[in-house]
């Protein structure tokens, strides 16, 4: 534990070199050890002059550092902790340290990451919203970066199908960005899990984007590209992807449109098209796993209804109305109610079937 501490501490001063945190864990025996060190040692191991002085002074703030790590109830992962997840231990540079809050035993999930456009139309918000969902209720987790649009989208329909969704930040796991997301993220902690590699109060900078993005591929067995144009951070995350050896599925897009450049160019070398969120279900076989709804909060009427409505047997909406000798305003009405609610689905403007 003494010696697992190293690699935290090299965290915390903002150490993310893979090897050259690994090569310290190798050659020093506890923290203590490391900050009494000469600089020659330290420098031989990869270290400039700033990151020695940061090792050699640092060490009392750290312990501040901790306490707030656990005021916060921030877990912390490091590389050779049994709770680090083994799909990150297969890419290259692995993050060395993850800070966690939220449920991290959806690392022993299936992940399926839908990435895409910051400036998504309003197709693509509807579409990446629909797959997380659709991919969520196959109990599969959907992982994003709370950036807004497409990973916006992917979070709230994940979290529509109560499902579990996991948020990659490109700052500390205590700083929401962009911050209108708040909300998003407290119901991300609540049901699924915020990691970030960096460490508490870090700001969200340019260049940390970029790298989350091999965290986002790199925690999925699949990556989902919604309207990326041809220098989007998204195809960043595809290259990590293809480099991991991961499924990529994107959704074609207008040939005249900017925005899906990226997309389209994606298909043509290969990635595997979404005409539907069916198809993504398809590739897999995957079984959606359908939630019963209760019926205990019903109405008579609702109950009623509802008993017109056989499983997978569509109904006239004429047909209701001839079982049920109310006025049709208010059978129209409760109709509203239970499509809404989830009980039932229009399949055209008068024929309902239930779910």
């Known amino acids: 534990m003494e010696k697992d501490s190293i690699l935290l501490y090299l965290n915390y001063i903002g150490v993310?070199?893979?090897?050259?945190?690994?090569?310290?864990?190798?050659?020093?025996?506890?923290?203590?050890?490391?900050?009494?060190?000469?600089?020659?040692?330290?420098?031989?191991?990869?270290?400039?002059?700033?990151?020695?002085?940061?090792?050699?002074?640092s060490y009392n703030e750290y312990a501040s550092y901790n306490e707030e790590i656990n005021n916060k109830g921030i877990i912390q992962i490091n590389y050779f902790d049994s709770d680090y997840p083994e799909s990150l231990k297969k890419i290259y540079?692995?993050?060395?340290?993850?800070?966690?809050?939220?449920?991290?035993?959806?690392?022993?999930?299936?992940?399926?990451?839908?990435?895409?456009?910051?400036?998504?139309?309003?197709?693509?918000?509807?579409?990446?919203?629909?797959?997380?969902?659709?991919?969520?209720?196959?109990?599969?987790?959907?992982?994003?970066?709370?950036?807004?649009?497409?990973?916006?989208q992917a979070h709230l329909g994940a979290l529509e199908a109560t499902g579990s969704t996991i948020a990659v930040l490109g700052s500390g796991v205590d700083i929401v960005y962009p911050k209108k997301n708040h909300s998003i993220y407290m119901d991300i902690i609540n049901s699924g899990l915020v990691l970030s590699e960096y460490p508490l109060g870090t700001s969200p900078q340019k260049h940390y984007f970029p790298a989350r993005n091999r965290i986002i591929s790199g925690l999925s067995s699949s990556v989902s590209i919604i309207e990326a144009s041809e220098k989007s951070g998204s195809l960043i995350t595809a290259e990590y992807a293809i480099e991991q050896g991961k499924d990529i599925f994107t959704v074609p897009g207008n040939i005249y449109n900017q925005m899906h450049k990226g997309s389209n160019q994606?298909?043509?070398?290969?990635?595997?098209?979404?005409?539907?969120?069916?198809?993504?279900?398809?590739?897999?076989?995957?079984?959606?796993?359908?939630?019963?709804?209760?019926?205990?909060n019903l109405s008579p009427l609702e109950i009623d209804i509802l008993s017109f409505i056989e499983n997978n047997q569509p109904i006239e909406e004429e047909?209701?109305?001839y079982n049920i000798d109310l006025p049709h305003g208010?059978?129209?009405?409760?109709?509203?109610?239970?499509?809404?609610?989830?009980?039932?689905?229009?399949?055209?403007?008068?024929?309902y079937i239930k779910k």
Do not use: M, W
């Not at 994606?266 to 995957?286: C, E, H, M, R, V």
């Open 266 to 296: 994606l298909l043509k070398n290969g990635a595997i098209p979404l005409l539907s969120t069916d198809d993504f279900i398809d590739y897999y076989n995957l079984t959606i796993e359908k939630v019963k709804l209760s019926t205990d």
């Open 93 to 152: 540079s692995p993050p060395v340290v993850i800070n966690c809050i939220g449920n991290v035993e959806l690392f022993k999930k299936t992940c399926s990451a839908i990435v895409g456009s910051r400036k998504a139309s309003s197709e693509g918000r509807k579409f990446s919203f629909d797959l997380a969902k659709t991919i969520s209720s196959t109990n599969t987790t959907v992982v994003s970066g709370l950036a807004y649009g497409i990973d916006t």
């Open 319 to 321: 047909s209701i109305y």
């Open 16 to 57: 993310y070199s893979f090897h050259k945190s690994i090569n310290t864990y190798k050659t020093y025996s506890s923290v203590t050890d490391l900050v009494n060190s000469n600089n020659k040692a330290l420098s031989k191991l990869g270290y400039n002059e700033n990151q020695i002085s940061k090792i050699k002074n």
């Open 330 to 351: 208010e059978i129209a009405s409760v109709l509203t109610v239970l499509e809404i609610d989830g009980y039932i689905e229009k399949l055209t403007p008068t024929v």
